[in-house]
């Protein structure tokens, strides 16, 4: 099982639509098996995969599955949960674990525990591994995606250390650009706090064994850029953008986050601005790429419709070779 954390500092760049569709495709065309973690406290994803009426039962029983019950048990001190239950979204041909408004109350938590982490208290290591432990239940699936917040804060700290890798959706702006150097900044910062917790750690056997690791950035995706033809008829962003777009290589290798990608492209794949496709996708609860007439899909939709699956192939395609 490959852990894919989706993940930005910057907000307002795609990132959940991007994940939804690349999952939708690697589960619908490429044969593997997906589970969805919505860890964003706004719960966009949840609301993408399900209807209206599924996200009102959902949140109006109490006992209800979502991403807050993996941290619920270790806020009363119970430790790990027995079990995590998914739900199916099944015009996206994945399962989902939902999101949750409450898990953003266990930032405190996971902020106050993770002083005992880098003290090498156990029970603090045990609650920044909250994530490793639930992906211990979900190890039969191919791939665990997981939807995060724009934070660098407590939970996504423990989201990328349970994740083996991390991809970054972009917008082609200045905004992104530093957003890298603050991600590399983080995670180097956080890294070597862990290590040095585990390293003085006064009962190293009593620290559970699950997987962590300093996740690997495998590249980023831009996305929602205007594009035009170029005479060979390559989609090519406007100058505005692209000005940008030749940026991002550098600024990621200054800032050391991908070194076993040097001298590879990190872009792995553009997805353009496909307009009213969009909210037709999120109002349907289904991918970009399937939707069809019952959608209400007409005229020149169609053939938007087909580009859509060409571009999202391409992106899962690359993906796919990057954490095999």
């Not at 939708?24 to 966009?44: E, F, L």
């Not at 599955?65 to 199916?88: I, R």
């Not at 917008?171 to 956080?190: P, R, T, V």
């Not at 600024?251 to 009213?276: C, Y």
Request: proline share 4%; aromatic share 10%; net charge negative.
């Amino acid at each position: 099982m490959h852990s894919v954390a989706f993940f930005n500092n910057k907000g307002g760049v795609g990132k959940t639509t991007l994940l939804c569709n690349v999952a939708a495709c690697i589960a619908t065309y490429h044969g593997k098996s997906v589970c969805i973690v919505d860890a964003d406290p706004q719960c966009n994803a949840t609301q993408y995969f399900f209807d209206d009426e599924t996200v009102t039962d959902l949140y109006s029983d109490p006992d209800s599955f979502t991403v807050y019950k993996v941290l619920e048990p270790l806020s009363l001190g119970e430790g790990y949960n027995d079990e995590v239950v998914v739900k199916k979204a099944t015009r996206f041909n994945v399962d989902v674990l939902p999101g949750d408004p409450r898990l953003a109350l266990t930032e405190d938590l996971l902020a106050r525990d993770w002083g005992d982490a880098r003290a090498g208290e156990v029970r603090g290591i045990r609650t920044s591994l909250a994530f490793s432990e639930m992906l211990n239940k979900l190890g039969h699936y191919d791939y665990v995606l997981f939807d995060v917040s724009p934070s660098l804060g407590a939970i996504n700290r423990s989201i990328m250390l349970s994740s083996d890798y991390f991809i970054s959706p972009v917008s082609l702006d200045i905004f992104s650009l530093k957003a890298f150097e603050n991600i590399a900044q983080w995670i180097e910062g956080w890294w070597r706090e862990w290590e040095s917790g585990l390293k003085n750690s006064r009962r190293p056997q009593s620290i559970p064994k699950l997987h962590y690791s300093k996740p690997q950035f495998i590249g980023y995706v831009t996305q929602s850029y205007l594009a035009k033809r170029d005479k060979e008829g390559q989609r090519r962003a406007v100058q505005a953008y692209e000005n940008i777009r030749q940026k991002i290589d550098q600024v990621i290798a200054d800032n050391g986050l991908a070194p076993q990608l040097a001298g590879q492209s990190l872009e792995i794949g553009t997805v353009p601005n496909l307009f009213s496709l969009v909210p037709m996708s999120q109002s349907n609860h289904t991918p970009i790429f399937g939707l069809n007439a019952g959608d209400g899909v007409v005229g020149a939709h169609f053939a938007k419709v087909k580009e859509a699956l060409e571009i999202f192939q391409k992106v899962s395609l690359e993906f796919l070779e990057r954490t095999k």
